[in-house]
């Protein structure tokens, strides 16, 4: 019996570029070739003469979860939002916390032990992991049976954790705000290192063997291959870093939709954005995702736009099947050169920032915030010049919005000075 195919000729990349040159009929071929704001080519095929090696997977799980935010103001409230969430199809909750809460009312008739439990701390509390197990104990939950991840800046707790029943992660790396203020996918990721190295540092200094995932939080916008490339590398260069410091090579890898190219210009056009986004996050490995409602960032999230964020994700599963395979770029010759490009470049970013003191100096002397404000900019012209075209915003506008429309955009602020920026806010302050 012959093999499939085994009656074609195979063809070399030199074979296709031929073929490609012939098709164009006079027209130039190094049109083709893209220079992208990472600082490499991208070429118009792939071949497995661009591959170096047989590729491997990148990571065995072909599932995630599924996960909403929660901001807690008051703890009654944030518990009806959450059972609300949860009943509709949520499997993973992100408490963002304030001040000091009362774990009794904020998790009344939540089954803890049967989904994937996230608290963001945005103040310093030193009891915040004394009174959840105190919590717990008198709730008779084994500390076993809680998932999920604590992020906070005392990281001097780490080690009131190290009893291997904890499986709460505690140290978190949330390096979303680097895409959301305009870096670049290679400067995102070495920032994202960077910062997790310095855990990594301290920990060590301290002594303490940590053995548990790192959880890093990144953003994904509608680069599509691009993005799926991002977290590919994530992984391949975090293993390198791990390595040398004895640490877990694998990582918890919490995606969340960018706020970069959202608009409340002809805002339902931020549902496709987030579509893609999110599609990215799953097919390049995340462990968790928030898709935010496509009125995140310019007005407060209301049923409607929860539900449909949530929604997509359920369509991601339950018709798209997105999640029955594994690693599902592995093998393709774009992804996976993507994927080593980027990361090389990441890398030499990174080793710049260590040669300059590390992720903490470098924010010290803005050469973090300097670099990605310059990458804003470029992006920014990008867009004015509509090599970055946003449906409803620089292309297709909906002439029947209003002014007040146009300008409603809500201020955000980020810690260590690295500000978020919105494509669409360069427009709108330019016809106000």
Request: hydrophobic residues 40%.
């Amino acid at each position: 019996m012959k093999k499939l195919f085994s009656e074609f000729n195979t063809a070399t990349a030199q074979d296709w570029k031929q073929q490609i040159i012939k098709d164009l009929k006079g027209a130039d071929f190094e049109k083709l070739i893209w220079h992208n704001s990472n600082g490499f080519d991208v070429k118009p095929f792939y071949t497995s003469e661009d591959l170096i090696g047989t590729p491997q997977p990148l990571f065995t799980h072909n599932n995630w979860e599924i996960c909403s935010k929660i901001i807690v103001g008051n703890e009654k409230t944030a518990n009806a939002h959450a059972l609300k969430a949860l009943m509709g199809g949520a499997s993973s909750l992100i408490f963002i916390l304030n001040k000091k809460i009362d774990f009794s009312i904020l998790l009344n008739e939540i089954s803890i032990e049967h989904i994937e439990l996230n608290f963001e701390l945005k103040y310093v509390d030193e009891d915040f992991i004394t009174d959840f197990l105190t919590y717990l104990k008198q709730k008779n939950i084994s500390i076993e049976k809680i998932n999920g991840s604590i992020s906070f800046d005392a990281v001097g707790q780490v080690e009131e954790v190290q009893d291997a029943n904890f499986q709460m992660k505690t140290v978190c790396v949330d390096a979303s705000v680097y895409q959301n203020a305009g870096a670049t996918q290679n400067f995102e990721l070495a920032c994202a290192l960077a910062q997790a190295h310095e855990e990594l540092v301290w920990l060590s200094g301290e002594k303490i063997s940590y053995k548990k995932l790192f959880r890093f939080t990144i953003a994904v916008g509608s680069d599509f291959f691009g993005e799926i490339a991002k977290l590919r590398a994530l992984r391949k260069l975090w293993a390198i870093i791990a390595k040398e410091y004895n640490a877990n090579p694998e990582i918890h890898l919490h995606c969340e939709t960018s706020l970069l190219n959202t608009s409340s210009l002809d805002a339902n056009n931020n549902m496709l954005r987030t579509t893609t986004g999110g599609m990215s996050a799953v097919i390049g490995g995340c462990n968790s995702l928030t898709v935010n409602s496509y009125n995140a960032g310019f007005e407060d999230a209301n049923d409607f736009s929860e539900r449909i964020a949530r929604n997509q994700q359920l369509i991601f599963k339950e018709e798209s099947y997105l999640d029955k395979v594994a690693d599902m770029g592995a093998g393709s010759y774009y992804i996976e050169k993507l994927t080593d490009e980027i990361a090389a470049k990441a890398w030499e970013e990174f080793k710049a920032i260590e040669s300059k003191g590390g992720f903490i100096a470098c924010l010290r002397s803005n050469y973090i915030q300097d670099k990605i404000s310059e990458q804003a900019a470029e992006l920014i012209k990008q867009f004015k010049e509509e090599k970055i075209v946003l449906i409803g915003v620089n292309k297709f506008q909906n002439l029947k919005e209003k002014q007040e429309q146009r300008n409603k955009h809500k201020e955000v602020k980020e810690k260590n000075s690295i500000t978020p920026i919105r494509l669409s806010d360069y427009l709108v302050k330019e016809n106000a």
